[in-house]
DNA sequence: CGCGTTTGACCGGCGC
DNA sequence: GCGCCGGTCAAACGCG
């Protein structure tokens, strides 16, 4: 790692990323209750968007106030949704809309601490799955899901750990990126997100039934680009497939929408993964520390197949931390172990399309009588993560037989660029492959150390920093009054 | 025979 | 208006 070279000068954050009041760019106290004494239309609207959150997340308001609780309590107890509200768009089929556990698995674990049980990846044969597409690959999903579960990587140096846990913080960007997501895109009213996936098999199993209703060559493309359809009556949610021009061996599927139901019941629980923590980045300074679980270091989850002690989606103290994502065996707990380390069908999130509007909000629409305070961007963010985060564990668990890092990039994946809308390609270029955390990157060759004395005259000048500060200015001017309520959508049954 | 995929046709948006 | 392009439809196809 010593491949010294001058350090190129860090591309400017965009302006509107700067924090104004402070010059740590770890500080987040400016995000305080009069930080959000704008107009209405300016702040994130946790009365429109809250219970969505909440009863996706099959938890109780009240129980959100505790993330970590409500999260352990949702594992074990789905909620019954209150009767739908009168929707000119929705059609009522049915009455069940018992909307389960994210993850639907381990009865004692919370949420993204799957503990390894029968579903050990080590005891089931690898034979290859991935070589055959479409049904067939599915088929032998439902059987078998095939992995083995190790940790790729080889034990890091300290530059590494740097590097590692650098990345770790883009992740959480990223991560705070895909939570906008949720919001409805102003061209489709439909969130997006991709990820990228290093495989062999185009078809990423996910846990859902999909219908494959298209495929089409598409320009700049030798590769097809393949539509699908959620199979579930009443789901509109799609999925693009297509594999990258640039590298083959990476695979790009686009998700459209939200699912607003459960797995289908004959597919098994996902296999063992786990979730955990770094504590890094703080991204609100709203509440006083408490406690942490599961923060990374702490163990590093229990070792050796999960003991539960890693703990993702659990962030105490609205410390929004960077999130690694494994499977299997979870080992010493050492970031360094797995970075960069993209094994062959692992899951790397490099996408996400996100519906942040940097307009201010004002979007307008919503119910009505929103209310905002300075809660909202902790607790409600808290389960915006923990959204994000099922669906990366979702795609993880089920198609990642690996245990890398989920090395999340947000970029643009539509070219719809919309001016009410964040143009993602401020984050992109930083996390394209010519920046900072490209293969060639800035932080690839040179220690964080290295950086910081190139790029700053203050001491710790931390653009990574920056750019969260930035996301969170976006997620507080993002209006979620327009996200969707899963009361509008149809109750969901499968054929 | 049922169900999911394939594939050419069709449609709408967009730029010129 | 025309052509390009991405997305979708739907009849034909094929596999179990």
């Given at each position: 790692?010593?491949?010294?070279?001058?350090?190129?000068?860090?591309?400017p954050?965009?302006s509107?990323?700067?924090p104004t009041t402070?010059?740590n760019?770890n500080d987040?106290?400016?995000?305080?209750?009069?930080f959000f004494e704008?107009?209405p239309?300016?702040?994130?609207?946790?009365?429109?968007?809250?219970?969505f959150?909440?009863?996706?997340?099959?938890?109780?308001?009240e129980d959100?106030?505790?993330?970590?609780n409500?999260?352990d309590?949702?594992?074990?107890t789905?909620?019954?949704?209150?009767?739908p509200s009168p929707?000119?768009s929705s059609i009522?089929l049915?009455?069940s809309?018992?909307?389960?556990p994210?993850?639907?698995?381990s009865?004692?674990?919370?949420v993204?601490?799957?503990?390894?049980?029968?579903?050990?990846?080590g005891?089931?044969n690898?034979?290859?799955t991935?070589?055959?597409?479409g049904r067939?690959r599915?088929?032998?999903?439902?059987a078998?899901y095939g992995?083995?579960g190790?940790?790729?990587?080889?034990?890091?140096?300290e530059n590494?750990?740097?590097?590692?846990r650098l990345?770790l913080r883009?992740?959480?960007?990223?991560?705070?990126?895909?939570?906008?997501?949720i919001?409805?895109?102003s061209?489709?009213n439909?969130?997006?997100f991709a990820?990228?996936?290093e495989?062999?098999d185009?078809y990423l199993e996910?846990g859902?039934?999909?219908?494959?209703y298209g495929q089409?060559?598409?320009r700049?493309?030798p590769?097809?680009?393949?539509?699908?359809r959620c199979?579930a009556?009443?789901?509109?949610?799609k999925?693009r497939?297509?594999?990258s021009?640039?590298?083959?061996t990476?695979?790009?599927?686009?998700?459209?929408?939200?699912?607003?139901?459960?797995l289908?019941?004959e597919?098994?629980p996902?296999r063992?993964?786990?979730?955990?923590?770094?504590?890094?980045?703080?991204?609100?300074a709203?509440?006083?520390p408490?406690?942490r679980r599961g923060?990374?270091?702490?163990?590093g989850?229990?070792?050796?197949?999960g003991?539960?002690s890693?703990?993702?989606g659990?962030h105490?103290?609205n410390?929004?931390?960077?999130?690694n994502?494994?499977?299997g065996?979870?080992?010493?707990g050492d970031?360094?172990a797995r970075a960069g380390n993209?094994a062959?069908n692992?899951v790397?999130?490099?996408?996400v399309?996100t519906?942040?509007n940097?307009?201010?909000g004002?979007?307008?629409?919503g119910?009505?009588?929103?209310?905002?305070?300075?809660?909202i961007p902790t607790?409600v963010?808290?389960?915006?993560?923990q959204i994000v985060?099922?669906?990366v564990a979702?795609?993880?668990?089920?198609s990642?037989?690996?245990?890398?890092?989920i090395d999340?990039t947000?970029?643009?994946?539509?070219?719809?660029?919309?001016?009410?809308?964040?143009?993602?390609?401020?984050?992109g270029?930083f996390?394209s492959?010519?920046d900072?955390?490209?293969?060639?990157?800035l932080?690839?060759?040179?220690?964080?150390?290295?950086y910081?004395?190139?790029?700053?005259?203050?001491s710790?000048?931390?653009?990574v920093?920056?750019?969260?500060?930035g996301l969170?200015?976006?997620i507080?001017?993002?209006?979620?009054?327009m996200?969707?309520h899963p009361?509008?959508?149809?109750?969901f049954?499968w054929?």
């Amino acid at each position: 790692m010593e491949g010294k070279k001058t350090p190129p000068p860090p591309p400017p954050p965009p302006s509107f990323y700067a924090p104004t009041t402070s010059t740590n760019t770890n500080d987040f106290s400016f995000v305080n209750d009069s930080f959000f004494e704008k107009p209405p239309s300016e702040v994130v609207k946790v009365g429109d968007f809250g219970p969505f959150l909440y009863e996706w997340l099959g938890i109780d308001d009240e129980d959100a106030i505790d993330p970590i609780n409500a999260v352990d309590a949702a594992v074990q107890t789905p909620v019954n949704l209150p009767p739908p509200s009168p929707s000119p768009s929705s059609i009522i089929l049915e009455s069940s809309q018992v909307l389960p556990p994210p993850i639907p698995n381990s009865q004692n674990s919370p949420v993204f601490d799957i503990i390894p049980s029968e579903y050990d990846p080590g005891n089931t044969n690898t034979t290859d799955t991935t070589k055959t597409a479409g049904r067939k690959r599915r088929a032998e999903s439902v059987a078998g899901y095939g992995g083995d579960g190790r940790v790729s990587g080889d034990e890091g140096d300290e530059n590494n750990k740097t590097k590692n846990r650098l990345k770790l913080r883009a992740a959480t960007m990223a991560k705070i990126a895909a939570t906008l997501t949720i919001q409805r895109r102003s061209d489709n009213n439909v969130p997006k997100f991709a990820f990228l996936t290093e495989s062999e098999d185009e078809y990423l199993e996910d846990g859902y039934r999909w219908r494959k209703y298209g495929q089409k060559m598409v320009r700049n493309s030798p590769f097809p680009r393949s539509y699908y359809r959620c199979t579930a009556v009443g789901c509109s949610v799609k999925k693009r497939v297509e594999r990258s021009p640039d590298d083959p061996t990476h695979v790009m599927t686009t998700y459209e929408g939200l699912h607003y139901h459960g797995l289908p019941p004959e597919l098994p629980p996902p296999r063992p993964f786990s979730i955990y923590t770094d504590s890094d980045v703080p991204i609100t300074a709203a509440k006083p520390p408490v406690a942490r679980r599961g923060s990374r270091g702490s163990g590093g989850g229990g070792g050796g197949g999960g003991s539960g002690s890693a703990r993702a989606g659990h962030h105490a103290n609205n410390t929004i931390t960077s999130v690694n994502v494994e499977n299997g065996a979870i080992g010493s707990g050492d970031d360094s172990a797995r970075a960069g380390n993209h094994a062959n069908n692992s899951v790397t999130i490099v996408n996400v399309n996100t519906g942040v509007n940097t307009c201010g909000g004002g979007s307008g629409v919503g119910d009505g009588g929103s209310k905002h305070s300075a809660a909202i961007p902790t607790d409600v963010y808290d389960q915006q993560m923990q959204i994000v985060e099922q669906a990366v564990a979702s795609v993880q668990s089920y198609s990642a037989p690996t245990a890398p890092m989920i090395d999340v990039t947000p970029m643009d994946v539509t070219d719809n660029h919309d001016q009410s809308f964040l143009d993602v390609d401020h984050y992109g270029d930083f996390f394209s492959d010519e920046d900072f955390f490209g293969d060639e990157d800035l932080f690839g060759d040179l220690s964080f150390n290295d950086y910081n004395a190139s790029s700053s005259s203050a001491s710790g000048e931390d653009l990574v920093g920056k750019i969260c500060t930035g996301l969170l200015e976006d997620i507080i001017n993002f209006s979620p009054s327009m996200a969707p309520h899963p009361h509008d959508q149809q109750p969901f049954l499968w054929p």
